[in-house]
């Protein structure tokens, strides 16, 4: 199978900050799939006088000398850089703009012999899904599109066609964000299905979990917060046998943060909740990560008198959070918004019950699930409430702690790479003669 990938934010030398989902889904891909893969990666630059006038000066410059960028390989996969004229903050203009991506690379599609592809996996709507759609009606190669959260194109006449068109053509649509899967929706666009990406292997191995207790599953969905209902079971089985029964009462509730430091994550909330409780010292909180927010968070904690209670540990290796993470017992996060959440999944491969906020593209994955506490992120009560309720009811969160694990597989990678690998073939073999 000879798969072309169209993936405008496949990250270069140039420019290695740009998301590198693509790279690692092709990475694991291979490892898995005999196939030959190839990526197109789209590259916007502004003209030269409107350049020169940009607010954003230094960013074009370096945007139109990655348009320049030669072919070259990549783990023995070849990415061809196709430069196109854009002005990206524009909805509109974007989407002409884009429209234009194929004729301005015309060369290099007869050089690489693109007619030849058995399929076109894009992965953005402009220009990747454009650039695909434009493949299929020259060619007839059939194409996948995954979706980014890329609710603005929605917004206005132009882009909404121009969305429907490529769309409608393609042989499957998936999209990463629950958000633009709701966006969609409510154009009356449905065929359109969910799928995350995936977390580390290394967060499934048995060392992560294993010292969890077993229990029986509860009823379905999650709770706003538990309130009122007496414990009867600890909150961690440790290595040490815990067989008294007032050691397990007075155990601390050891919380877990691991984000980068920004407003958006919302932790001055939780420290306030903390704060506010008279429970305070039945509460053990630590916080992993750096960020703007650092130094600010760290003088509410001292101002609250709070240094006994909140841990600030700074920045930690991903793969070092299996280990860390099996010492704690809820990860809480009230986002104010977030596309997906994938740490939520991490602390639940984990068996950490995750207490979040509906806002959260994780939310609308495991709302199903008894695996979750909601919290309103404007209201520190309610974070205070739900952190008082798990206090006075650690039966429930010992029950969700034993069901996380098997919920944190909606986003492996293994599912992620199956799913793609699927629909592959299913594209592929409705297409042979």
């Known amino acids: ?54 607010l954003k000066k230094e960013y074009w410059q370096q945007k139109r000398r990655l348009s320049r960028t030669k072919d070259y390989t990549f783990n023995q996969v070849k990415i061809t850089v196709w430069p196109y004229m854009s002005v990206g903050s524009v909805s509109e203009l974007h989407v002409f703009f884009s429209s234009f991506t194929l004729w301005r690379n015309r ?42 959260q890329e609710l603005r194109f929605l917004e206005n006449k132009l882009s909404l066609k121009w969305v429907k068109k490529i769309i409608n053509k393609a042989s499957a649509v998936t999209t990463l964000s629950p958000q633009m899967e709701e ?11 969910l799928v995350p990406l995936g977390i580390e292997a290394y967060f499934f191995k048995d060392g992560c979990h294993s010292e969890r207790s077993e229990e029986s599953p509860l009823k379905s969905g999650g709770d706003s917060c538990p309130t009122g209902r007496r414990a009867s079971l600890s909150l961690r089985m440790t290595t040490r046998e815990r067989t008294d029964a007032q ?13 980068n430091l920004l407003p958006i994550k919302n932790l001055e909330t939780v420290i306030g909740a903390i704060s506010s409780m008279p429970e305070k010292e039945q509460i053990d909180y630590t916080i992993y990560g750096t960020g703007p927010l650092e130094q600010q968070l760290k003088e509410l904690a001292s101002e609250l008198q709070l240094d006994w209670v909140v841990h600030f540990k700074g920045a930690i290796e991903n793969k070092e959070l299996p280990a860390v993470m099996q010492e ?13 959440g994938l740490s939520y999944f991490e602390a ?7 207490i979040l906020t509906e806002n959260t593209g994780a939310y609308e994955m495991i709302k199903d699930k008894d695996v979750y506490y909601v919290v309103d992120p404007h209201d520190a009560e309610s974070v205070a409430s739900c952190l008082k309720g798990i206090l006075e009811d650690k039966e429930t969160l010992a029950r969700k702690a034993a069901l996380s694990p098997d919920v944190a597989k909606i986003a492996s990678w293994e599912g992620f790479v199956k799913f793609f690998h ?10 042979s003669p």
């Open 1 to 54: 199978m000879r798969v072309l990938q169209i993936a405008s934010i496949f990250p270069v030398e140039d420019a290695p900050r740009e998301n590198p989902y693509v790279r690692q889904f092709i990475s694991r891909y291979l490892k898995q799939h005999d196939a030959e893969i190839e990526v197109v990666k789209p590259v916007a630059y502004l003209p030269n006088t409107l350049t020169a006038v940009s």
């Open 107 to 148: 060369k290099k599609i007869k050089q690489e012999d693109v007619s030849s592809y058995d399929l076109i996996h894009a992965h953005f709507l402009f220009p990747d899904g454009m650039i695909a759609y434009q493949l299929n009606k020259k060619y007839g190669i059939p194409y996948v599109l995954t979706l980014q």
């Open 183 to 193: 966006g969609l929706k409510e154009k009356g666009i449905e065929d359109v299905q």
């Open 247 to 259: 050691d397990d009462k007075e155990r601390k509730l050891k919380l877990l943060s691991v984000c």
């Open 328 to 340: 704690y017992d809820a990860f809480i996060q009230p986002s104010f918004k977030e596309t997906l």
């Open 348 to 354: 639940l491969a984990c068996g950490l019950p995750v």
């Open 422 to 431: 699927g629909k592959y073939e299913e594209v592929v073999k409705n297409i």
